[in-house]
């Protein structure tokens, strides 16, 4: 059969929103894979991460932002930001997304980052798990109709999969017609290394929980792999020498326990064993410092 699917469309999306909206839930929900790391605190996102989904009628491309910085500056914060504006540019569609519970100042700050004739801006309100949603969505998206031309307004839930479909076909008008750009099982731009080096910052964060700050990064120092298995050598860095006890926790329980979840999860992503060493390091101040930063990948 040669039927040719009429009508396929391929394009570009990129998803904005504030620190914490649910960004990386929503385009994990989409995409189906494990493509970005979700966590409870914010910034956890540091770079434009691609998912790509691939349906019978359409080819979503996304891109992922970090969350719009307005209380902190640092370079670090600044690189961000910019990189917010650069993904706005060449997506054919943008996904706002917004909280079930109301607009902030700081979802304000994000909207002033779009042109104000973009045509192409939906807005996503998420989280209506978390509200009563026949109260509270209704007003909301005529209050939020006040404050941009949005061209379509979908509450979803991204954590139970709610209303998913119906924001896929709002974007999908958006694309233009033509081919894959993508083949079907490429879900993600970024290497095996890279994707390492987040799940490693992941788990630091979630098993850290409060007691670890915002300023800590992962560098893959070493990765060895042929067919059986792979050795990976990375280092946690953090701010502060007094950071560095709590990473390693009691008698290095805490960074053998971050270890461990991480080789599980790189081994998955990896289909092969691995074998995984992690370090900690003390950088005062990495957060200022370009030339981590560019080693980082931060350009
Ligand atoms: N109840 C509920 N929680 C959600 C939903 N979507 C996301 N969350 C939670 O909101 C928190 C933040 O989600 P993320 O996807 O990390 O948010 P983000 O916008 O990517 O955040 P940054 O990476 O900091 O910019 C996580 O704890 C998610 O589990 C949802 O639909 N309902």
Redesign the pocket.
Known sequence: MTEKIEDFRSGYVAVI?R????????INALVGEKVSI???K????RDRIMGVLTTEDAQYIFVDT??FQTKHSSELLDRMNKSVKSSLSDVDAVVM?IESTGWRPEDEEVLKLLPHDAKNVILAI??T??VKESEVILPLIQESMKKFAFADVVPV????NHQLDVLLQVIRKFLPEGDKLFEDDIYTDKSPRFLAAEIIREKAFRLLGDELPYGVAVMIDKWEENDQGARIFATLIVNRESHKGIVIGEKGSKLREISRLAREDISAMLGKKVYLEVWVRVRKGWGDDAAVLKSLGYE
Request: net charge positive.
């Open positions: 929103g620190p914490n909206v649910g960004k990386s839930t929503l979700t966590s409870k914010p910034q956890t996102t970090p969350g997304v998420n989280k798990d978390e839930s991204a954590e139970k």
